[in-house]
């Protein structure tokens, strides 16, 4: 029985030393971080030998190890992009005026209160632009649909916008 684990583990050995560059190559590409990918073909080689045993067709060893090393590189590719970055004036445009993550009691406080601060801000805003930004944070609508509800013409919403965005841009890089 211990020369099968000791043979086991010369093979792996091989087997590491073999596809190690190629695993490498897979795994930045989907990454695109040298210390990242390192430590995706670690641990998908680690999650390999483990399961080495199981592995029934040797010839599709190579196609084997490249499945791990990719499943477990997305893995790692999803949980450092959970949260997309987007600013204020583009996620309220979106009417997703900043979702809070579900990290922490900290990080759920500051997320609250970044919200109240921009809605004071929007506050500040002359009525009109206030109206436009509003309808268009509360419903996503389309320009057109703000410009008909509100009776104004498309281009005044557009400009609306535009000013309102500036304004809330030029206000909130005077907080930071």
């Known amino acids: 029985m211990h020369d099968v684990v000791e043979n086991r583990e010369a093979d792996f050995t091989g087997y590491y030393q073999k596809h190690y560059n190629e695993m490498f190559y897979v795994a930045n590409r ?4 040298h210390y990242s990918a390192e ?3 670690q641990e998908a080689f680690i999650k390999a030998y483990k399961n080495y045993g ?14 791990i090393v990719i499943r477990t590189a997305i893995d790692y590719y999803r949980k450092q992009t959970r949260y997309e ?3 204020v004036e583009e996620g ?10 579900k990290d922490s009691i900290p990080t759920q406080l500051n997320w609250q209160f ?3 601060g921009i809605l004071e801000k929007i506050d500040t805003l002359p009525k009109g632009m206030q ?7 509360a419903t996503d ?4 649909e703000i410009a008909d509800q509100l009776n104004i013409s498309l281009s005044a919403v557009k400009t609306r916008l535009h000013r309102a965005r500036k304004m809330l841009r030029a206000e909130m890089s005077t907080v930071n």
């Open 92 to 101: 309220a445009e979106a009417g997703q005026l900043l979702r809070c993550p």
């Open 54 to 67: 199981h592995l029934i067709d040797q010839s599709k060893h190579r196609a084997w190890l490249r499945t």
């Open 141 to 144: 609508g389309k320009d057109q």
């Open 30 to 33: 989907i990454v695109h971080n």
């Open 85 to 87: 970055t987007v600013s």
């Open 131 to 137: 109206e436009v930004l509003k309808i268009k944070i």
């Open 114 to 116: 970044e919200k109240d």
């Open 39 to 41: 430590d995706i073909v």
